[in-house]
């Protein structure tokens, strides 16, 4: 079974509104961390956001939002005021607590902001 | 600033050929890995080491071996180049810990292409 599933192979968004991009897990572990990063066309991983599975709050970094529900096991990302350079792939993870270090990656979704 | 830099942005290789994609890091860190990222897959897990000359396979090791001699270096080998090796190769690293926050730092990716 995937361990992290992205349903949304691309999704647009109008500049200025706000957008949700969908994150599913599976893990039987009770102790992981959940991390969205953004790629652009540049090619590299930039890191955006973190949520632990004992964190009692959503992670919030700037314009960027984690909405977490543990029981439905989802962690999407929540893009307000979006901005032409938040074009990009974007891609969900998980480190298991049990686990190595290493991340698992979903498939990614690709944003495309319309001016 | 942190930096993980891989040795080529692209690289075009023959099948058969014996290829090396070099990535280095400038923080100290324990763990690095090499990830390979294709259209619809997301990225998976070829190789990762803990500590120099320690090295684990991850999800997709057939193909690949690794060299970690030194800390801040991590090599990742194509004995033999095959067509089915093209593909966006990702180095990253990230420190040694129990925290489940630790992020994993990306170089900028080599996008390899066995002819």
């Known amino acids: 079974a995937q361990k992290i599933t992205q349903t949304q192979p691309g999704m647009f968004v109008q500049e200025k509104e706000a957008v949700t991009l969908d994150c599913t897990y599976d893990?039987?572990?009770?102790?992981?961390?959940l991390f969205w990063y953004k790629q652009p066309s540049s090619g590299e991983m930039i890191f955006l956001i973190y949520q632990g599975s004992y964190d009692q709050q959503n992670a919030t970094e700037g314009r960027y939002s984690l909405n977490f529900q543990k029981a439905r096991k989802s962690a999407n990302l929540v893009i307000s005021a979006s901005q032409l350079g938040d074009s990009a792939m974007y891609f969900c993870a998980m480190r298991e607590g049990t686990g190595a270090n290493n991340l698992f990656f979903g498939t990614g979704t690709r944003l495309t902001v319309i001016p | 600033d942190v930096k993980v830099t891989q040795s080529s942005r692209y690289l075009v290789k023959r099948t058969g050929e014996k290829v090396f994609l070099e990535c280095v890091q400038d923080?100290?860190?324990?763990?690095m890995f090499w990830y390979r990222q294709d259209p619809g897959l997301g990225l998976r897990l070829i190789y990762f080491s803990y500590d120099v000359k320690m090295k684990e396979k991850g999800d997709i090791p057939e193909g690949y071996s690794v060299s970690r001699e030194k800390k801040e270096r991590f090599s990742l080998i194509l004995e033999s180049a095959s067509t089915n090796q093209t593909s966006m190769y990702l180095c990253?690293?990230?420190?040694?810990?129990?925290?489940?926050?630790?992020?994993?730092?990306f170089g900028s990716g080599t996008q390899l292409s066995v002819l």
């Open positions: 923080m100290d860190h324990e763990n």
């Open positions: 893990t039987s572990d009770p102790s992981y961390g």
């Open positions: 990253a690293s990230s420190r040694e810990s129990w925290g489940f926050n630790e992020k994993l730092f």
